[in-house]
C-alpha cells in the first residue's frame, strides 16, 4: 500500500510549495467561513426575487440565469419590473446605473487593499462579486488577498443562485407573510456584520451613526425624499466615509528596515 503524504511529495515540488498551498487554503477557508452568514443572508434574499420574477411572467431558468449573471439584488428588482411593464433600454440603463455605480466604488476601495497578486482578470472577478455584504466583510481586512476573496465569495454566490432557484420553482406556494419574514433577513445580516466592528471602532460607530442620520434626511425631508433609493444608499456612503477619513485618518504604515 503506497501512501501519499506531504513527505513523498516533498521531493517533487518542495516544502515551500506546501507551505505556499497551505496558506492558500487556509486564507481560502477563513473567507468561507465569514461568507456564510452573506449566503444565508442571500437565500431568503434571492428566494424572492426567485417568486417576483415568475409571478411577472419569467420562467425558472431565466430567473436564475438573471441572478447568476449579475448578482445586483435591488439592480434586479428594478431591472425585472422595467422588462416587464416594459420600459426603454435608456431607462435600464440609468437605472441600473443608478442602483449599482456604488459597486464601482466599493471594488475601487478594496482594491487598494488588495496584495500585489491581486491583479489581472482577478480584479474583473472582484468588480463582479462585490456586494454590500462582502464589501462589508472584506473592508476589514488589512491586506485582502485572491484566495481569502474567492472563498468570502463562493457562498454568497451560491446562495444566490439557490435561492433564486427555489423560490422561482417553490415560492408560490408560500403564504405572503412568510414571504415578508423573509425580506427581513438581509437586515439582520447587515447588523451582525456591523455591530461587532462598532464595538471595536469608534470612527466605525460615528460613521454608522453618521449614515443613519443621513438616511433619514434622504427619506424625510420631501426634497431629498424624491431622489432614487440608488442615488441615496451611493450619496449617504460616500459622504460619510469621506467624512470619517477626514476626522479619523489612518496613519501610515512606515516601511520596515533592512
Known amino acids: 500500500m503506497i501512501i501519499c503524504d506531504k513527505i513523498s511529495f516533498e521531493p517533487v515540488f518542495g516544502s515551500k510549495f506546501y507551505d505556499f498551498m497551505e496558506k492558500i487554503m487556509n486564507n481560502y477557508k477563513r473567507g468561507l467561513a465569514a461568507g456564510i452568514p452573506i449566503a444565508l443572508g442571500y437565500l ?3 428566494f424572492t426575487f426567485g417568486i417576483m420574477a415568475v409571478s411577472y411572467g419569467l420562467s425558472w431558468w431565466q430567473a436564475l440565469i438573471i441572478s ?3 448578482v445586483t439584488s435591488a439592480g434586479q428588482f428594478a431591472g425585472i419590473g422595467i422588462m416587464i411593464h416594459p ?3 435608456f431607462q435600464m440603463l440609468i437605472s441600473q ?7 464601482s466604488f466599493m471594488s475601487i476601495s478594496i482594491a487598494q487593499k488588495a496584495d500585489s497578486k491581486f491583479k489581472g482578470i482577478y480584479r474583473w472577478i472582484l468588480g463582479f462579486m462585490m456586494t454590500d ?4 466583510v472584506a473592508s476589514q481586512e488589512e491586506s485582502v488577498s485572491r484566495s481569502f476573496f ?5 457562498l454568497p454566490y451560491i446562495g444566490w443562485a439557490i435561492g433564486t432557484l427555489i423560490g422561482s420553482i417553490l415560492g408560490s406556494i408560500l403564504p405572503d407573510r412568510l414571504m ?3 425580506s427581513l433577513a438581509i437586515y439582520g445580516m447587515f447588523v451582525a456584520i456591523v455591530v461587532p466592528e ?3 471602532s469608534r470612527p466605525v460607530i460615528f460613521v454608522v451613526i453618521l449614515s443613519l442620520i443621513l438616511s433619514c434626511a434622504f427619506y424625510y425631508i420631501p426634497l431629498l425624499s424624491k431622489i432614487s433609493s440608488g442615488i441615496t444608499i451611493t450619496v449617504v456612503a460616500v459622504v460619510s466615509a469621506v467624512i470619517g477619513a477626514i476626522l479619523f485618518p489612518v496613519a501610515d504604515e512606515e516601511p520596515d528596515e533592512p
Open 198 to 200: 462598532m464595538k471595536k
Open 180 to 182: 415578508s419574514a423573509l
Open 87 to 89: 420600459g426603454q433600454y
Open 68 to 70: 447568476m449573471a449579475t
Open 150 to 154: 474567492a472563498g468570502l465569495a463562493t
Open 97 to 103: 446605473i443608478t442602483i449599482n455605480i456604488r459597486y
Open 133 to 136: 455584504e462582502i464589501f462589508a
Open 44 to 46: 431568503s434574499v434571492s
